[in-house]
T-cell receptor, first 114, second 114 residues
Framework: AQSVTQPDIHITVSEGASLELRCNYS??????LFWYVQSPGQGLQLLLK??????LVQGIKGFEAEFKRSQSSFNLRKPSVHWSDAAEYFC????????????FGTGTRLTVIP | ETGVTQSPTHLIKTRGQQVTLRCSSQ?????VSWYQQALGQGPQFIFQ???????GRGNFPPRFSGLQFPNYSSELNVNALELDDSALYLC?????????????FGNGTRLTVT
């Protein structure tokens, strides 16, 4: 069965500090992995995706994520958080066939304090 | 490039009524997917439309139905509304011709069922 686990419901970091959001997945085939960000009252914006190749992927807004097959993880990182990064972050997994039925985690809410 | 647009932004309906939500896909995209996001949860896949036909469905009852039009826009219809249908409904588009084309989401329609 497919599933995505984001173990941290809420994370608070100081502006300028580093950030790591955890994501573990369970998927029956080679996964297509995503991180999306959602600001209050908004839709989802794609931060980055992993399909194949280099396991460290770069995204927008200075975010990166590393795919670790042995740990079934796809953690999101940012070296220095900005106040504008406060939002809800969702990890998602989907098939590599091009179908769009993604499975999302329950999200991690990020609070940034000055 | 025009993004994904959804209408209306907010809607209040009474239990038992029917509702229609609308979505215009991003220019160049021919596939539309619909997701339901309950409060505090990640989005859940409802279904996907390609070439005006449903070609993937999540675990939602038949009272959730949809349409895709020749211009790739789409509608989501929900009959016999229940209180649990209260959620943010997200539309996402992608290009079936581009392998690994990620989903681009609209800002959603907030449906409240009373």
């Amino acid at each position: 069965a497919q599933s995505v686990t984001q173990p941290d419901i809420h994370i608070t970091v100081s502006e300028g500090a580093s950030l790591e959001l955890r994501c573990n997945y369970s998927y029956g085939a080679t996964p297509y992995l995503f991180w999306y960000v959602q600001s209050p009252g908004q839709g989802l914006q794609l931060l980055l995706k992993y399909f194949s190749g280099d396991t460290l992927v770069q995204g927008i807004k200075g975010f990166e994520a590393e795919f670790k097959r042995s740990q079934s993880s796809f953690n999101l990182r940012k070296p220095s958080v900005h106040w504008s990064d406060a939002a809800e972050y969702f990890c998602a997994v989907g098939p590599q066939t091009g179908a769009n039925n993604l499975f999302f985690g329950t999200g991690t809410r990020l609070t940034v304090i000055p | 490039e025009t993004g994904v647009t959804q209408s209306p932004t907010h809607l209040i309906k009474t239990r038992g009524q029917q509702v229609t939500l609308r979505c215009s896909s991003q220019s160049g995209h021919n596939t539309v997917s619909w997701y339901q996001q309950a409060l505090g949860q990640g989005p859940q896949f409802i279904f996907q439309y390609y070439r005006e036909e449903e070609n993937g469905r999540g675990n939602f009852p038949p009272r959730f139905s949809g349409l895709q039009f020749p211009n790739y826009s789409s509608e989501l219809n929900v009959n016999a509304l229940e209180l649990d249908d209260s959620a943010l409904y997200l539309c996402a588009s992608s290009s079936q011709q581009k392998y690994n084309s990620p989903l681009h989401f609209g800002n959603g329609t907030r449906l409240t069922v009373t």
